[in-house]
């Protein structure tokens, strides 16, 4: 079974469109996290959510906005896309947040490789 | 603010061989992680690092841990080709922050 699933693994698009990446794990972690990578390889967290509760809010344009309808899924959606948006977009859980010893290994999705035109 | 830096960046060497790739921070911290991504895929952790002076090891890899130093360390052992892959540090405090990765290429 996989453990924490996105979709969709390819997403290309034209500027200007509207996209969703939806995630989903099945742990029974209580947090989840949206990281992007870039074209160098740099990864960079951008949202955390803890038992549908928005925790952290990195500086993120606010055309991406993020979604948990429970604490197994957590979506991204980005209005208005832009070239810069271009990036390899991963989705993680861990049993609690980081902050001392409350947090946990981290699990990563597969990646959603996002393309726009 | 909390920032890591991993080096080298780049790091191409012989079966055989041993190496070690360092990971600084800059703030303390408990909590370390290393992963290894493979070209086109997710990451894939390695060892999380839970106190001053742990020792982690799994096959070749071995990584330590130093939190008055602020300093991790990833210690290849006599590499081989399926250790080619990018490997990260990330460093815990109320967010993971991730160094710039280094990408290792071992050659036959």
């Known amino acids: 079974d996989t453990a924490v699933s996105q979709t969709p693994k390819y997403l290309v698009t034209q500027m200007g469109n509207d996209k969703s990446i939806k995630c989903e794990q099945n742990?029974?972690?209580?947090?989840m996290y949206w990281y992007k990578q870039d074209s160098k390889k740099f990864l960079k967290i951008m949202f955390s959510?803890?038992?549908?509760?928005?925790?952290i809010n990195e500086t993120v344009p606010n055309r991406f906005s993020p979604k948990s309808p429970d604490k197994a899924h957590l979506n991204l959606h980005i209005n208005s896309l832009e070239l810069g948006d271009s990036a390899v977009y991963f989705c993680?859980?861990?049993?609690?947040?980081?902050?001392?010893?409350?947090?946990?290994?981290?699990?990563f999705g597969p990646g959603t490789r996002l393309t726009v035109l | 603010e909390l920032k890591v830096e991993q080096n080298p960046l780049f790091l191409s060497m012989q079966e055989g061989k041993n190496y070690t790739i360092y990971c600084n921070y800059s703030?303390?911290?408990?909590?370390l992680y290393w992963y290894r991504q493979d070209p086109g895929k997710s990451l894939e952790s390695l060892f999380v690092?839970?106190?001053?002076?742990a020792v982690k090891q799994e096959g070749r890899l071995m990584a330590s841990l130093d939190t008055k130093a602020r300093l991790s360390t990833l210690h290849i052992t006599a590499a081989v080709h399926d250790l080619s892959a990018t490997y990260f540090c990330?460093?815990?405090?109320?967010?993971?922050?991730f160094g710039q990765g280094t990408r290792l290429t071992i050659n036959p």
């Open positions: 742990l029974g972690h209580d947090t």
């Open positions: 703030t303390t911290s408990d909590r």
């Open positions: 959510y803890n038992n549908k509760e928005l925790i």
């Open positions: 990330a460093v815990a405090s109320q967010k993971l922050v």
């Open positions: 690092l839970l106190s001053n002076g």
């Open positions: 993680a859980s861990t049993s609690g947040p980081f902050y001392g010893l409350a947090g946990g290994e981290q699990f």
